[in-house]
């Protein structure tokens, strides 16, 4: 199968729904100024995170704090299922409809805005609006036009209950062997799951940023820039120490994120690889946020993977002017300030948030999550932009074939490498 570079794979349905889009051309209106009077009517935002446990319904309710700042307007968040969201997501939008407002991890991102259903923001962000916006916003770019802006971009850590490691006499672990050992020596000494992270085609899109760190902690990497390095020597490499940690025994082998994280929560599991995002989720009475410690990736090279996630306007929303109103208001200090927060004040958002001294003592894993930050790859295909999806499906099928089929990483990178020339 023959993968171009920055060219988009689209079904007739995609094509269809681009075209038409085209022809209606999406709206480039200022939001409205607040002396004018603020727009009315009901917002449908969409985001996975609005399930998480924990902090999902605290998103929630700062979403919905618009209605304070615009009593004119209603918020209905949408959760729909992280593994069907991408999914959901393509079907409405293709019918030319789905939720006004909606998040995006930035694999999916290029698909959305090639398809043209994204609203162009460059005349939507007010002046001050767009002064505040950091770096991270590049992400939201498109044929150099401003697409979307940053939700959150969350490192991801190596995360430990230092309570289970000290109750097996494990030291936490710095490097793989010594994760695998731990691991294992967990398993034997306490029953529980020694360590977990995602493994399943079924959760295909954050399985691919998860299984990034791997690639990342082995100084490998899914392109040049110009052309693929699939079956690069520290990419089978990283997928060799995969398969090890998936065959010892001490593997949350079958487990989804769900019921791993949930299992971590009770106390079941003692390590994971995970991003900025669960722990806030896992905090629990059984295990405390002062029972999470995290650290850099016990992997030789310092980088992992990030969780990219842009926010957007959907180009056939009916409610343009409210639907940019709520993104300048999104975006104010105020706002940034209790979403960051609410995500445990590890990740970067849209803007510069802060983080106090205090919160740092009460959650000691946080200071992993901070450090991580600096060293951040994204999982979207440098040169291969639009066609990162479909090259991770054909990856991960191969991976796939390693775990539950014994086929070599080696043969299974080289056959990936293969189908896409």
């Known amino acids: 199968m023959r993968i171009p570079r920055r060219t988009l794979v689209v079904g007739a349905v995609g094509v269809a729904v681009a075209l038409a889009l085209t ?15 603020k727009p009315s009517g009901t917002l449908q935002i969409a985001h996975w995170d609005f399930l998480a446990p924990n902090y999902g319904q605290q998103m929630q309710d700062i979403i919905k704090g618009y209605e304070k700042y615009n009593p004119k307007a209603t918020i209905e968040t949408v959760g729909i299922v992280r593994a069907d969201y991408e999914t959901k997501l393509k079907i409405q939008l293709s ?14 991102l290029p698909t959305v805005a090639a398809a043209n259903l994204l609203e162009p923001l460059d005349n939507v962000l007010t002046p001050t609006t767009k002064k505040a916006l950091n770096s991270t916003n590049k992400g939201g770019v498109y044929n150099n036009k401003q697409v979307a802006v940053t939700w959150q971009i969350a ?41 977990a992270v995602r493994s399943r085609l079924a959760e295909e899109t954050p399985w691919w940023v998860d299984f990034n760190n791997w690639i990342q902690g082995y100084g490998g990497s899914w392109s040049d820039g110009k052309k693929l390095t699939i079956d690069s020597p520290q990419n089978v490499a990283a997928l060799t120490a995969f398969k090890k940690m998936y065959d010892s025994g001490a593997f949350s082998v079958g487990d989804d994120a769900s019921t791993f994280r949930t299992k971590f929560s009770e106390g079941q599991v003692a390590m994971m690889i995970d991003a900025t995002g669960a722990p806030p989720a896992m905090i629990s009475a059984k295990v405390p946020s002062t029972s999470m410690i995290s650290s850099p990736l016990p992997f030789p090279k310092p980088y992992t993977s990030q969780v990219g996630i842009y926010f ?35 990740s970067t958002l849209a803007t510069k948030t802060t983080v106090s001294d205090e919160f740092l003592a009460k959650n000691p894993w946080a200071v992993g999550y901070r450090e991580d930050g600096e060293n951040t790859r994204s999982s979207v295909i440098r040169g291969f932009e639009s066609v990162t999806p479909q090259i991770a499906h054909t990856v991960l099928s191969q991976v796939e074939k390693v775990l539950l089929q014994d086929v070599s990483p080696q043969r299974a990178l080289s056959d990936a490498a293969s189908s896409l020339k």
Do not use: R
């Not at 022809?23 to 009077?37: I, K, R, V």
């Open 155 to 195: 490192p991801y850590a190596f995360l430990w209950n230092k309570d289970i490691l000290a109750q097996a006499g494990v030291k936490p672990p710095t490097t793989f062997d010594e994760l695998v050992d731990a691991a294992v020596t967990i398993k034997q000494k306490l029953g529980i799951t020694g360590f």
């Open 95 to 108: 019918a030319g409809g789905g939720p006004d407002l909606f998040t995006m991890a930035d694999t999916f």
């Open 23 to 37: 022809a209606c051309g999406p709206s480039n209106s200022p939001a409205p100024s607040s002396s004018g009077g």
């Open 312 to 346: 957007g306007i959907n180009a056939h929303t009916k409610n343009k002017a409210l639907a940019e109103d709520f993104l300048n208001w999104f975006l104010t200090k105020d706002t940034q300030q209790a979403l960051s927060e609410n995500l445990g004040n590890t």
